[in-house]
């Protein structure tokens, strides 16, 4: 097997922040991230796969998802604009399966998602928990067209997109998120079949005590393989 070795920035390079996706932001996600599960939509998605083969994992964040495809015997190429978390990935990583396994199956990429491109066919699954939506609205088109490309037919796609109720769109630059109405998700679905969706519009309470706030969500979250 092809030694898959982290391709980042190094030690003290400047990180890609995210406009929609603040420090601010970033601190309070990974203060609650600590007592998160697996996501959900990752573990349908793996119901329905085979034999593990080679997956990305964009805006892996502090890794939880990573370790968990290592552990079931996946490939897996782990992508964030913020460094802190490629690292976070990496530790969880070989917390998970230990370094020798992330040498030989973990490749680490600290890039904003709009640069992504593996490349047509290369994958088996991609799995993008809650980030895609912080793409900037006039980048999202063609980083989509590239993650449908890059997963092989019968292969698979985990992960959200927001709808245009979402709280974080108003907080936001103007642009600096994308967002779709359910017509417009079904539109970029339709190179899939779709395996599960659901659309979740709801008010919740994000950060801790003293910083609690509340959020409005509006998101749909997806699993669907893809079309031959």
């Not at 929609?20 to 996501?39: D, K, S, W």
């Not at 604009?81 to 399966?97: G, I, N």
């Not at 600290?110 to 900037?136: E, K, M, Y």
Request: aromatic fraction near 6%; proline fraction near 7%.
């Amino acid at each position: 097997m092809r030694r898959m070795t982290d391709a980042a920035s190094g030690d003290g390079a400047p990180g890609h922040d995210v406009p929609g996706f603040t420090r601010e932001r970033l601190a309070r996600y990974l203060e609650r991230n600590v007592t998160l599960p697996v996501r959900d939509t990752l573990l349908r998605a793996l119901e329905h796969a085979g034999s593990p083969g080679r997956a990305a994992d964009l805006g892996c964040g502090p890794g939880k998802e990573v370790a968990e495809l290592l552990r079931r015997g996946w490939r897996v190429e782990a992508v964030d604009a913020y460094r802190e978390m490629t690292v976070a990935a990496r530790a969880a990583a070989e917390r998970a399966v230990g370094p020798a396994e992330c040498d030989a199956r973990l490749r680490c990429t600290h890039a904003p998602l709009a640069a992504w491109d593996v490349g047509d066919g290369q994958l088996d699954l991609v799995h993008a928990g809650f980030s895609l939506p912080f793409v900037a609205a006039a980048d999202f088109p063609a980083l989509w067209e590239r993650i449908v490309r890059a997963i092989r037919p019968g292969g698979l796609f985990a992960g959200q997109l927001f709808g245009p109720n979402d709280s974080f769109l108003r907080e936001s630059p103007a642009g600096s998120m994308n967002a779709h109405a359910r017509d417009a998700v079904d539109r970029l679905l339709a190179p899939f079949d779709v395996l599960s969706i659901a659309e979740e519009e709801r008010d919740g309470v994000i950060g801790t005590p003293p910083n609690e706030r509340v959020k409005h969500w509006h998101v749909f979250h997806i699993v669907a393989r893809r079309r031959a």
